[in-house]
C-alpha cells in the first residue's frame, strides 16, 4: 500500500501542526484499506472527553470477508498520547481551526493518519498557491 495523500485538504487549508496517530480498526477494515478501498475527502476529527475521534471516513467493506462485515462509515478512535491531545485541545479552541486528516500510510505493518490542525484558506489564499503550482510547473519544464 503506498501512502494516501488528502489533495482536497491541502488546497483548502492552511496547516498549522501535524501529529501522526494510529486508529482503532477492525480487521475487514485494514484489508479494504491495504487495497485502496478507502476514501477521506469529507472526513473530518473531533474531540471527545475520552479523546479525539474520527468521522465521515468511508472504508468499503472487504469483498472476501464472510459474516462479520463493519460499518463504512463509522466513528473511529485516533491513538494519541494525552500531551498531543491536550495541544490539539488548546489550538482547536481558537476560532476557524479545525481537525483535518492529511495522509493515511503503512508503518511497520501498521495503519496510520497523519492529521493537521488547520485553518481554512480564503479564495484568495487558494488562488495564491495555484499561482505558486503553475510557477513552479513552468520552471521545472524543459525544451
Not at 480487521?27 to 465521515?56: H, L, Q, T, Y
Not at 485516533?78 to 481558537?94: Q, W
Amino acid at each position: 500500500m503506498r501512502s494516501l495523500v488528502n489533495r482536497k485538504a491541502r488546497f483548502n487549508y492552511e496547516t498549522v501542526s501535524e501529529y501522526t496517530a494510529g486508529v482503532i480498526l477492525l480487521g475487514s477494515e485494514v484489508k479494504s484499506i491495504r487495497s485502496g478501498d478507502i476514501n477521506f475527502g469529507d472526513s473530518f476529527a473531533f474531540a471527545k472527553p475520552d479523546g479525539i475521534w474520527i468521522k465521515n471516513l468511508h472504508i468499503s467493506k472487504y469483498k472476501n470477508s464472510s459474516y462479520s462485515d463493519h460499518d463504512e462509515m463509522r466513528e473511529r478512535k485516533l491513538l494519541l498520547n494525552k500531551r498531543e491531545i491536550n495541544k490539539i485541545l488548546k489550538l482547536i479552541d481558537t476560532k476557524g481551526m479545525t481537525i483535518v486528516p492529511l495522509e493515511i500510510f503503512l508503518s511497520k505493518g501498521k495503519i496510520k493518519i497523519k492529521i493537521g490542525v488547520c485553518r481554512g484558506k480564503k479564495n484568495w489564499d487558494k488562488k495564491e498557491s495555484l499561482k505558486k503550482r503553475d510557477l513552479e510547473r513552468e520552471s521545472n519544464f524543459k525544451f
